[in-house]
């Protein structure tokens, strides 16, 4: 199944009317050189055209709401419809966000709302919601700790450590804020390499970035004394939130020793992946870094909510969106939370933890290698075929695109990148255990088929709307536009 | 349990599965004086009906007020068919597309996009969308000073009629990063940048100037002679601009001899909802020999192995998944989602729609314009061409009126006197296409 592209749907003078104002007479004051003298290339097509088209593209997508989706370190959990529902109120869609405070009362309360039940979930002392990403969290999150070196006139600590498992935004971030990365080794069983921590520290050391439970899906046993060290070398430690899922409810980054976390709120809260994005990456401060919080947080005085601004904050990292971050991305994080509330929070944890373990056990069980056997999954695992790709010529890429022809969306492949041919599995709390065996189902179906019939596997997807795709050609002849002649 | 589906028998079988005693067991690497004690900060569990009436009551509490804010986001209609399409579960609930045998929706969507803003701003080449234009713009400066291999200064100027709040997210962006990013003072009499005022930087070495049209007054500045001046002094230009205006305006690829640089702005006119703030989205595009120094993700046309047309993620050697500390940004996430409303969006409003939409704006501001230049203590500041927003002056300090419009339901504007106490009690005012008449009739009664 295919679906030309809209632009060959279209045919000059058509149009969906419908859509448009009604015209006026008055035309503009505008003078004509200012003015733009050839139409952009946009379709004609009419709303029915429109509709089946966008509609038939859906089609070609796989998504949570159509086909288990368990990749690894994306938290693709259930995106429950209340949440969309209730976020898309006229009222709340229709705010401005320089709106008078006194107009919006209401949306500001689930907003200071939100704030305080992330303070209790992490166990941090303050929360911004305006990151508009992880990533841009991570953003905030070193910058608010090179800004507390240097309001302390501690400027020579340039260096953040970051493992070697780590995501790449994590170096990325460290860089954009003007740091050196300073890489650290995972031990094999999975934990940080305290020894080359003690050896890494030293005066130039802004902080550490850590994921835990780590990329590796383990737990990192010896967090308090990590955090023991990077303090007592004058350094403080982020805590990012890829993995919060893991640990909801159960063990709260504030209490291990953290002094800054970024949540991502389309992951642990269950709003919307979208095709990749929006995100949302609100960040969480240790009593310290409370004055460099990035603006506007809502405060509260009396029952009255208002936005605090530089005027509160005079040593804040500053504004990192034009307004108030992913709004609308907040609201349905906040109604997910009310709707799970307490017990809710640990359950995530809970079930997230037991699917990754049950599927992991029976992974093993029918003959797959578990990169690290020893230790409890945490919410995700990591298997690798490098035994298959070795005898059988089969990796982790074939694996991947076999599980879209059996309707699985394919694990992370490839990451993180110090496990050879590794598949990182996250099968999320929200899915039941028969589809968990069906899954372990076609894994093993798709084993069968690499020792009998190796070429189908390597020649995957073959059910899907196209095979394999040529990404040397698409990186070297460039067609990022469409154009009319060809 | 909310969204878990699992039985009490499930339950058993897969912790016999594991060899577990119980659930708690699946945590015992973590130390027992770690393990959080209960959460009596969060409150119980809400039923969907519940929240449901606790959000409709928190909506009705904040009402539908009459909006006459714009100052970078805008109230526009949005056809039924695009948040009904959006939000279906495979475009809502699908991530970027990584795998893109099973993503052709959404990557074939935004290669159709890249295609669309392109022609749109008049430039070669898109990437999928940055998170909003504010932030778009930080990512701009730092684009420029990767681009422009022969400027070592790392200067940026952004004229104060470039909008405040995007300057000011641009210097939170690349503060970190020895940018300067300077500010140029503008005419008190037109509200525009003019060629005299960047004189003084001439022979100077500049990396890149920014120019917002219309600009954050919503005057139209005159960005030939503005680019022309840029390029001859060596400077590459940043464009700021709306989309929807450019349905009627002179897209940045025409400005001036050789068109523009980058051109960076918000989606969000573009069938996204005000939302409070967000979630918008950021575009940017540029020349074709800039597109490696772009942020972001890029969408390709390729074939696969039969030959058969398809869509992947290229150029990711750009990107931190791959290049790490090396990256061009730690960008990882576009805003999707908002790209998909305003692929939408621009297919069923079409170009000519597009102009309709634009053109009905300008005639609803003049009706509105000269309404209330007939208040008494009311004056427009500037003449001059404009696009959706016009500064009005008044007589009293602008708190005052916004409180007085707002006890009638009006949001009123947007106060510029502490960015720009040099104009007096200034105030921004929008005027969409979405006010009628008597919505203006309203304002100005409210005024009196």
Same mark, same amino acid.
């Given at each position: 199944?295919?679906?030309?592209?809209?632009?060959?749907?279209?045919?000059?003078?058509?149009?969906?009317?419908?859509?448009?104002?009604?015209?006026?007479?008055?035309?503009?004051?505008?003078?004509?050189?200012?003015?733009?003298?050839?139409?952009?290339?946009?379709?004609?097509?009419?709303?029915?055209?429109?509709?089946?088209?966008?509609?038939?593209?859906?089609?070609?997508?796989?998504?949570?709401?159509?086909?288990?989706?368990?990749?690894?370190?994306?938290?693709?959990?259930?995106?429950?419809?209340?949440?969309?529902?209730?976020?898309?109120?006229?009222?709340?869609?229709?705010?401005?966000?320089?709106?008078?405070?006194?107009?919006?009362?209401?949306?500001?309360?689930?907003?200071?709302?939100?704030?305080?039940?992330?303070?209790?979930?992490?166990?941090?002392?303050?929360?911004?919601?305006?990151?508009?990403?992880?990533?841009?969290?991570?953003?905030?999150?070193?910058?608010?700790?090179?800004?507390?070196?240097?309001?302390?006139?501690?400027?020579?600590?340039?260096?953040?450590?970051?493992?070697?498992?780590?995501?790449?935004?994590?170096?990325?971030?460290?860089?954009?804020?003007?740091?050196?990365?300073?890489?650290?080794?995972?031990?094999?069983?999975?934990?940080?390499?305290?020894?080359?921590?003690?050896?890494?520290?030293?005066?130039?050391?802004?902080?550490?970035?850590?994921?835990?439970?780590?990329?590796?899906?383990?737990?990192?046993?010896?967090?308090?004394?990590?955090?023991?060290?990077?303090?007592?070398?004058?350094?403080?430690?982020?805590?990012?939130?890829?993995?919060?899922?893991?640990?909801?409810?159960?063990?709260?980054?504030?209490?291990?020793?953290?002094?800054?976390?970024?949540?991502?709120?389309?992951?642990?809260?269950?709003?919307?992946?979208?095709?990749?994005?929006?995100?949302?990456?609100?960040?969480?401060?240790?009593?310290?870094?409370?004055?460099?919080?990035?603006?506007?947080?809502?405060?509260?005085?009396?029952?009255?909510?208002?936005?605090?601004?530089?005027?509160?904050?005079?040593?804040?990292?500053?504004?990192?969106?034009?307004?108030?971050?992913?709004?609308?991305?907040?609201?349905?994080?906040?109604?997910?939370?009310?709707?799970?509330?307490?017990?809710?929070?640990?359950?995530?944890?809970?079930?997230?933890?037991?699917?990754?373990?049950?599927?992991?056990?029976?992974?093993?069980?029918?003959?797959?290698?578990?990169?690290?056997?020893?230790?409890?999954?945490?919410?995700?695992?990591?298997?690798?075929?490098?035994?298959?790709?070795?005898?059988?010529?089969?990796?982790?890429?074939?694996?991947?695109?076999?599980?879209?022809?059996?309707?699985?969306?394919?694990?992370?492949?490839?990451?993180?990148?110090?496990?050879?041919?590794?598949?990182?599995?996250?099968?999320?709390?929200?899915?039941?255990?028969?589809?968990?065996?069906?899954?372990?189902?076609?894994?093993?179906?798709?084993?069968?088929?690499?020792?009998?019939?190796?070429?189908?596997?390597?020649?995957?997807?073959?059910?899907?709307?196209?095979?394999?795709?040529?990404?040397?050609?698409?990186?070297?002849?460039?067609?990022?536009?469409?154009?009319?002649?060809? | 349990?909310?969204?878990?589906?699992?039985?009490?028998?499930?339950?058993?079988?897969?912790?016999?599965?594991?060899?577990?005693?119980?659930?708690?067991?699946?945590?015992?690497?973590?130390?027992?004086?770690?393990?959080?004690?209960?959460?009596?900060?969060?409150?119980?569990?809400?039923?969907?009906?519940?929240?449901?009436?606790?959000?409709?009551?928190?909506?009705?509490?904040?009402?539908?007020?009459?909006?006459?804010?714009?100052?970078?986001?805008?109230?526009?209609?949005?056809?039924?068919?695009?948040?009904?399409?959006?939000?279906?579960?495979?475009?809502?609930?699908?991530?970027?597309?990584?795998?893109?045998?099973?993503?052709?929706?959404?990557?074939?969507?935004?290669?159709?996009?890249?295609?669309?803003?392109?022609?749109?701003?008049?430039?070669?080449?898109?990437?999928?969308?940055?998170?909003?234009?504010?932030?778009?713009?930080?990512?701009?400066?730092?684009?420029?000073?990767?681009?422009?291999?022969?400027?070592?200064?790392?200067?940026?100027?952004?004229?104060?009629?470039?909008?405040?709040?995007?300057?000011?997210?641009?210097?939170?962006?690349?503060?970190?990063?020895?940018?300067?990013?300077?500010?140029?003072?503008?005419?008190?009499?037109?509200?525009?940048?003019?060629?005299?005022?960047? /004189?003084?930087?001439?022979?100077?070495?500049?990396?890149?100037?920014?120019?917002?049209?219309?600009?954050?007054?919503?005057?139209?500045?005159?960005?030939?002679?503005?680019?022309?001046?840029?390029?001859?002094?060596?400077?590459?230009?940043?464009?700021?601009?709306?989309?929807?205006?450019?349905?009627?305006?002179?897209?940045?690829?025409?400005?001036?001899?050789?068109?523009?640089?980058?051109?960076?702005?918000?989606?969000?006119?573009?069938?996204?909802?005000?939302?409070?703030?967000?979630?918008?989205?950021?575009?940017?595009?540029?020349?074709?020999?800039?597109?490696?120094?772009?942020?972001?993700?890029?969408?390709?046309?390729?074939?696969?192995?039969?030959?058969?047309?398809?869509?992947?993620?290229?150029?990711?050697?750009?990107?931190?998944?791959?290049?790490?500390?090396?990256?061009?940004?730690?960008?990882?996430?576009?805003?999707?989602?908002?790209?998909?409303?305003?692929?939408?969006?621009?297919?069923?409003?079409?170009?000519?729609?597009?102009?309709?939409?634009?053109?009905?704006?300008?005639?609803?501001?003049?009706?509105?314009?000269?309404?209330?230049?007939?208040?008494?203590?009311?004056?427009?500041?500037?003449?001059?061409?404009?696009?959706?927003?016009?500064?009005?002056?008044?007589?009293?300090?602008?708190?005052?009126?916004? /409180?007085?419009?707002?006890?009638?339901?009006?949001?009123?504007?947007?106060?510029?006197?502490?960015?720009?106490?040099?104009?007096?009690?200034?105030?921004?005012?929008?005027?969409?296409?979405?006010?009628?008449?008597?919505?203006?009739?309203?304002?100005?009664?409210?005024?009196?």
């Amino acid at each position: 199944m295919t679906e030309k592209l809209i632009f060959e749907h279209s045919r000059p003078g058509r149009s969906a009317t419908a859509q448009r104002p009604h015209a006026v007479a008055a035309q503009s004051k505008i003078p004509s050189a200012l003015r733009r003298q050839t139409r952009p290339l946009l379709p004609e097509v009419s709303e029915l055209q429109a509709v089946r088209h966008f509609t038939r593209l859906s089609q070609l997508n796989f998504s949570i709401d159509t086909h288990f989706y368990p990749l690894g370190s994306c938290t693709m959990k259930y995106n429950p419809r209340a949440c969309n529902q209730y976020a898309m109120l006229p009222e709340l869609l229709g705010r401005h966000p320089l709106a008078p405070e006194s107009l919006g009362q209401g949306f500001m309360t689930c907003l200071f709302e939100l704030q305080e039940m992330l303070k209790e979930v992490t166990g941090m002392r303050g929360v911004s919601l305006t990151p508009m990403a992880g990533a841009q969290g991570e953003f905030a999150g070193v910058a608010m700790i090179r800004a507390y070196h240097h309001a302390r006139g501690d400027v020579q600590r340039d260096e953040i450590i970051v493992p070697d498992a780590a995501h790449g935004t994590n170096p990325a971030t460290a860089t954009m804020c003007g740091c050196k990365v300073v890489e650290i080794p995972s031990l094999s069983n999975g934990d940080i390499d305290v020894e080359a921590l003690k050896g890494a520290v030293g005066p130039k050391t802004a902080g550490i970035m850590l994921t835990n439970p780590s990329t590796l899906g383990v737990f990192e046993r010896r967090i308090v004394e990590v955090a023991q060290i990077v303090h007592k070398a004058g350094g403080l430690l982020y805590y990012d939130g890829a993995n919060l899922n893991a640990i909801l409810g159960k063990v709260r980054p504030g209490d291990m020793g953290f002094d800054v976390i970024h949540m991502n709120l389309h992951k642990t809260f269950s709003t919307p992946h979208g095709g990749g994005g929006p995100g949302s990456g609100a960040v969480g401060v240790s009593e310290r870094l409370l004055p460099f919080m990035p603006i506007p947080i809502v405060g509260k005085e009396g029952d009255k909510y208002r936005w605090l601004t530089e005027k509160d904050l005079p040593q804040s990292i500053g504004r990192l969106s034009a307004f108030m971050g992913n709004a609308g991305v907040l609201l349905r994080a906040y109604i997910y939370m009310r709707m799970l509330g307490r017990d809710g929070m640990h359950r995530v944890a809970e079930f997230a933890s037991l699917n990754a373990n049950y599927l992991s056990a029976r992974l093993q069980k029918a003959g797959f290698e578990a990169a690290y056997p020893s230790r409890r999954a945490s919410h995700e695992f990591i298997i690798t075929v490098k035994r298959q790709a070795r005898e059988l010529g089969v990796n982790a890429m074939d694996f991947a695109k076999r599980l879209l022809d059996y309707g699985y969306h394919a694990p992370t492949t490839y990451f993180p990148l110090l496990v050879p041919e590794c598949l990182l599995i996250e099968p999320t709390e929200t899915e039941a255990k028969q589809d968990l065996d069906a899954f372990v189902e076609a894994m093993i179906a798709i084993q069968r088929e690499a020792e009998t019939d190796a070429e189908k596997v390597k020649t995957a997807p073959h059910t899907l709307p196209v095979r394999r795709l040529d990404d040397v050609r698409a990186a070297k002849q460039l067609d990022l536009v469409w154009k009319a002649t060809g | 349990m909310p969204f878990i589906p699992h039985t009490p028998e499930d339950i058993q079988e897969m912790l016999s599965v594991i060899g577990a005693a119980n659930i708690d067991a699946l945590f015992d690497e973590i130390p027992a004086d770690l393990r959080a004690k209960p959460l009596v900060g969060i409150p119980e569990a809400m039923s969907e009906m519940a929240i449901g009436q606790l959000m409709q009551q928190r909506a009705v509490q904040d009402g539908r007020v009459l909006n006459f804010i714009g100052a970078g986001a805008y109230e526009h209609h949005i056809p039924a068919a695009v948040w009904a399409i959006v939000t279906r579960g495979e475009f809502y609930s699908a991530y970027t597309p990584y795998q893109a045998e099973a993503s052709q929706g959404t990557l074939q969507l935004l290669y159709q996009y890249q295609t669309m803003i392109a022609s749109l701003t008049g430039m070669e080449v898109s990437n999928a969308s940055l998170y909003d234009g504010a932030s778009a713009l930080g990512e701009a400066c730092l684009m420029a000073v990767r681009a422009h291999r022969k400027s070592k200064s790392l200067r940026i100027l952004i004229p104060n009629t470039v909008s405040p709040i995007y300057s000011k997210v641009a210097h939170a962006c690349v503060g970190h990063q020895r940018l300067s990013l300077e500010a140029v003072p503008f005419s008190k009499e037109s509200g525009t940048l003019s060629v005299a005022a960047l /004189d003084a930087y001439k022979g100077q070495d500049i990396t890149a100037i920014v120019i917002q049209q219309p600009n954050f007054f919503g005057q139209l500045e005159d960005v030939d002679a503005l680019t022309d001046w840029a390029h001859a002094n060596g400077t590459m230009v940043i464009a700021v601009v709306n989309p929807l205006s450019l349905a009627i305006l002179k897209p940045p690829g025409q400005w001036g001899q050789k068109g523009v640089d980058i051109v960076v702005g918000d989606g969000q006119p573009m069938g996204v909802p005000l939302s409070g703030g967000g979630p918008y989205f950021g575009f940017m595009t540029t020349r074709m020999e800039y597109v490696r120094q772009m942020p972001g993700r890029i969408i390709g046309r390729t074939v696969d192995l039969e030959g058969k047309q398809g869509f992947t993620l290229t150029l990711q050697a750009r990107e931190q998944h791959i290049r790490r500390s090396k990256a061009t940004s730690n960008i990882c996430t576009n805003q999707g989602l908002l790209v998909t409303a305003a692929t939408i969006h621009m297919s069923l409003l079409g170009a000519e729609g597009l102009e309709d939409v634009a053109a009905t704006c300008c005639a609803r501001l003049d009706e509105f314009i000269a309404a209330v230049a007939k208040v008494p203590g009311v004056q427009v500041k500037f003449a001059g061409p404009r696009f959706h927003e016009a500064v009005l002056t008044f007589n009293r300090p602008i708190p005052q009126v916004l /409180d007085a419009l707002a006890k009638q339901g009006i949001a009123g504007g947007y106060d510029l006197t502490p960015h720009y106490p040099e104009l007096g009690n200034a105030l921004l005012v929008c005027v969409t296409e979405t006010r009628t008449t008597a919505d203006i009739q309203k304002y100005v009664a409210a005024l009196l």
